[in-house]
DNA sequence: CATACATTCAACCTCATGGTTGAATTTAAT
DNA sequence: ATTAAATTCAACCATGAGGTTGAATGTATG
């Protein structure tokens, strides 16, 4: 059914690299849209259009539903789910500084009412 | 501190849609690397992975601390955040198709002993 | 100081992106 | 049968990606 190769993954990671695109895919996730429809908000011409929704295609992120001279194209997320897995793999370091931040605050926190004190330095 | 603003969440995928930086910062995330160490197991140029590390680093997804002569680069996974938080508005989406085909799989199974019944098919 | 090392810079190549415009295609409506 | 609408196609342009090579830069080391 669904690809999870890594050619997919670039695909779906470049198709997302671009705000006329993430912004088409918002809308999507709302109501399947034609191509004019999808146009019409953009400042660019509908050829122009068109190619984004190629590309977004190409990397499996939407479908399209030819009705006689309109297309329809949906939304299909499936693909940002290996996008999303690869994203996991790493969560824990930015978790982690997060934390680190966060206990930092804290310390400041104690230390408020205190004689200045830093946070403590890793050795 | 870590800027959220729809270019760098640009730059993030843009970096990410490339198996060569996606493999550098998979190695980076065991440890520090130096340029040099990035670039030996590449079946390309020095110059050619400097460029891919600058991209990274445009990116904000490595650092690089120059000591002496080399540098070294270090994995930020920070600006991931941004990007897995993109992705997460979606992930109702890919739920709903998983739990649409485990359901499907189930009907079958259930359906398995008796005169075969395709899954209802919605409204 | 001379030399080797780690890295970047600059120039170049090829190909993909992101945009344009105008013509072509297919389908719907009068 | 025309005409209008929805979309793509083809050709073009400018820019950036991803790679090459060779020279330049800065830093260790003998």
């Known amino acids: 059914m ?14 997302l690299a671009d705000p006329t695109r993430r912004a088409m895919l918002g809308r999507l996730a709302k109501q ?8 019409a908000p953009l400042e660019m011409s509908l050829a122009a259009a068109s190619k984004h ?3 977004l295609e190409r990397a ?3 479908e399209r539903e030819i009705q006689g001279r ?3 194209c949906r939304l299909n997320a499936a693909p940002m789910h290996a996008g999303m897995e690869w994203l ?4 824990r370091f930015w978790m982690q500084r997060l934390h680190q931040l966060e206990a ?15 946070p403590r330095r890793r050795s």
Chains 1, 2 share one sequence.
Do not use: W
Request: aromatic fraction near 6%; charge should be positive; hydrophobic fraction near 45%.
């Open 88 to 91: 996991r793999h790493y969560e």
């Open 104 to 118: 930092l605050l804290h310390a400041e926190d104690r230390a408020a009412g205190k004689p200045t004190r830093k």
């Open 2 to 15: 669904v690809e999870f190769n890594p050619s997919r993954l670039d695909a779906v990671f470049q198709a």
């Open 70 to 72: 309109m297309h329809l």
């Open 60 to 62: 499996g992120l939407i």
């Open 53 to 55: 929704i190629k590309l």
């Open 32 to 39: 399947p849209l034609s191509v004019g429809e999808l146009a």
